[in-house]
């Protein structure tokens, strides 16, 4: 979508390629993401949170998730 914005069609997209497979980490990732701007923040970080609980400690995507953890609790609750 526009500026990184998930659309519907994208996030159901990503939902399939769960149910095909569930371990999916780019489709758990862009699945949190969806819900994540979707204003599902807390979704978002227990997806985030469980997906770097079960990757490998050598895993190259785990800088990514941990930027966006660490994105989520630096955010104010409020943004003006």
Not at 7 to 29: M, S, Y
Not at 38 to 67: C, N, T
């Amino acid at each position: 979508g526009e500026n990184g914005t998930m659309t519907p069609a994208a996030r159901e997209a990503f939902a399939r390629a769960l149910d095909i497979e569930p371990t999916d980490v780019r489709a758990r990732f862009f699945m949190a993401e969806a819900q994540y701007q979707a204003g599902e923040h807390e979704a978002a970080q227990a997806a985030w949170q469980a997906l770097l609980a079960e990757s490998p400690a050598d895993a190259a995507y785990r800088a990514m998730i941990e930027a966006r953890l660490a994105s989520l609790s630096t955010q104010p609750e409020a943004s003006e």
